[in-house]
């Protein structure tokens, strides 16, 4: 099993619509991230979370929303889905390490708004 | 605002040949990461580069890091059609620990 894995893989929704993308890891980690990646832009970061009463804007949060249930648990919303958000979505989950520590990504979630 | 830039973004090589993919980062920073992606998939870590003058190399890559001249270089020797994938580096903006992610230089090693 991956360490961290994304539900859904695929989805299509429609314009309007509330959709919400989960990500849960087994790593142990106390950090994760939420990145969206569009072809030529690399991955711009949406939001992330320390712990679970910890939670940060990325650079790209607008119509987005956040939601960390429990340590291994990061789940992203899109509360009225529209066409631009359309992308494909990672979670990434980091250690708490002084010295810097790589990321960890998830499979991805290619998301389709119609 | 951290702007992290990778040149070039798409690279065509032939098999043999070597090349360098360069990465620039506009603020002072000591944590520079190389990752891989295949098409579709998701990204793969390849090297973590913790302090000015570190290199460190796996196989027919080799990544390099200075700080001073906030720079990165991933250097490719005497290519394969296996290494043909998308490169990001991405640098860590430190107490906020955010990764943030250069454009990505897309590889395809021809025959």
């Known amino acids: 099993d991956a360490d961290v894995t994304q539900t859904p893989r695929n989805r299509i929704t429609k314009t309007g619509k509330r959709i919400m993308l989960e990500c849960s890891q087994t790593k142990g980690h106390d950090r994760m991230y939420w990145y969206r990646q569009d072809p030529g832009l690399g991955l711009r970061l949406i939001y992330y979370?320390?712990?679970?009463?910890?939670?940060n804007k990325g650079e790209i949060s607008d119509g987005y929303s956040v939601s960390r249930q429990a340590q291994a648990k990061f789940s992203l919303s899109l509360e009225s889905a529209i066409p631009n958000q359309t992308a494909l979505y990672f979670c990434a989950t980091r250690s708490q390490g002084a010295g810097g520590t790589e990321a960890f990504f998830g499979q991805g979630t290619r998301l389709t708004v119609v | 605002e951290l702007k992290v830039e990778q040149n070039p973004l798409f690279l065509s090589m032939q098999e043999g040949k070597n090349y360098t993919i360069y990465c620039n980062y506009s603020t002072t920073s000591d944590r520079l990461y190389w990752y891989r992606q295949d098409p579709g998939k998701s990204l793969e870590s390849l090297f973590v580069?913790?302090?000015?003058?570190a290199v460190k190399q796996e196989g027919r890559l080799m990544a390099s890091l200075d700080t001073k001249a906030r720079l990165s270089t991933l250097h490719i020797t005497a290519a394969v059609h296996d290494l043909s994938a998308t490169y990001f580096c991405a640098v860590d903006t430190g107490t906020a620990s955010k990764l943030t992610f250069g454009t990505g230089t897309r590889l395809q090693v021809t025959l």
């Open positions: 580069l913790l302090s000015n003058g």
């Open positions: 979370s320390f712990d679970v009463k910890d939670i």
